[in-house]
Nanobody, 124 residues
Framework: QVQLVESGGGLVQAGGSLRLSCAAS????????VGWFRQAPGKERESVGA????????YYADSVKGRFTISRANDKNTAYLQMNSLKPEDTAVYYC?????????????????WGQGTQVTVSS
């Protein structure tokens, strides 16, 4: 059974940093692309970014480019989302997702497995 578990969310002041983790089990993690998404109250779930199976290629939404960094440790079955210079508009539930592919999917409809989400709140 595939399971993705996010952790590391919390409350942080504007300008601060958080690192989210996405721990995967029940799959051969190195064969999967990982995407990060977020959903704010009353809004649709949107892409934050994604990372290819090898970790060599990443994609970022314009809203987070230069502030967020996605990485992964295939030996630990874990992906990470480092968030710096956080803004109040980054407040949302953050989700990781996985897809069996050697490509770099960016749309939420492309992903097969999802975590339960972790809340990130940025105060002004």
């Amino acid at each position: 059974q595939v399971q993705l578990v996010e952790s590391g969310g919390g409350l942080v002041q504007a300008g601060g940093s958080l690192r989210l983790s996405c721990a995967a089990s029940g799959l051969t993690f190195r064969n999967y692309a990982v995407g990060w998404f977020r959903q704010a109250p009353g809004k649709e779930r949107e892409s934050v970014g994604a990372i290819r199976w090898s970790g060599t290629t990443t994609y970022y939404a314009d809203s987070v480019k230069g502030r967020f960094t996605i990485s992964r440790a295939n030996d630990k079955n874990t992906a990470y989302l480092q968030m710096n210079s956080l803004k109040p508009e980054d407040t949302a539930v953050y989700y990781c997702a996985a897809k069996f592919t050697f490509g770099l999917p960016t749309g939420r409809e492309e992903y097969d497995y999802w975590g339960q989400g972790t809340q990130v709140t940025v105060s002004s």
